[in-house]
């Protein structure tokens, strides 16, 4: 079983930085995931973010965080970050990490991941 562990969330304001971990407890020696980031605000549906290759080579960014947001992968390890600038009011929602056990080659819809973090929040206000 893989738990994700988040951290990095908080309170800010518009136009601020906040960068978000997230930390695979536990993988099977040489087995890599293919990692990414869901938000879901209150009230609505949970909207992907971003996400990762296995190796890092390529992220995916949802048109809304395109050019604020960046991930990244620790080398080697099953960590990922998400730092995000130029926050907005917008922005304001739990997030949550996510990983997939096998890759699936499609990274922006939640059905294809197996294991999930338990969110952390995140607050810009205006």
């Known amino acids: 079983q893989v738990h994700l562990v988040e951290s990095g969330g908080g309170l800010v304001q518009a136009g601020d930085s906040l960068r978000l971990s997230c930390a695979a407890s536990?993988?099977?020696?040489?087995?890599?995931?293919?990692m990414g980031w869901f938000r879901q605000a209150l009230g609505k549906e949970r909207e992907f973010v971003s996400a990762?290759?296995?190796?890092?080579?390529?992220?995916y960014y949802a048109d809304s965080v395109k050019g604020r947001f960046i991930i990244s992968k620790d080398s080697g390890e099953n960590t990922i970050h998400l730092q995000m600038n130029n926050l907005k009011p917008e922005d304001t929602a739990v997030y949550f990490c996510?990983?997939?056990?096998?890759?699936?080659?499609?990274?922006?819809?939640?059905?294809?991941?197996?294991?999930w973090g338990q969110g952390t929040q995140v607050t810009v206000s205006s």
């Open positions: 996510a990983a997939q056990l096998y890759n699936s080659g499609s990274y922006s819809q939640a059905v294809n991941y197996d294991y």
């Open positions: 536990e993988r099977a020696s040489g087995t890599y995931y293919p």
């Open positions: 990762i290759t296995w190796n890092g080579d390529k992220a």
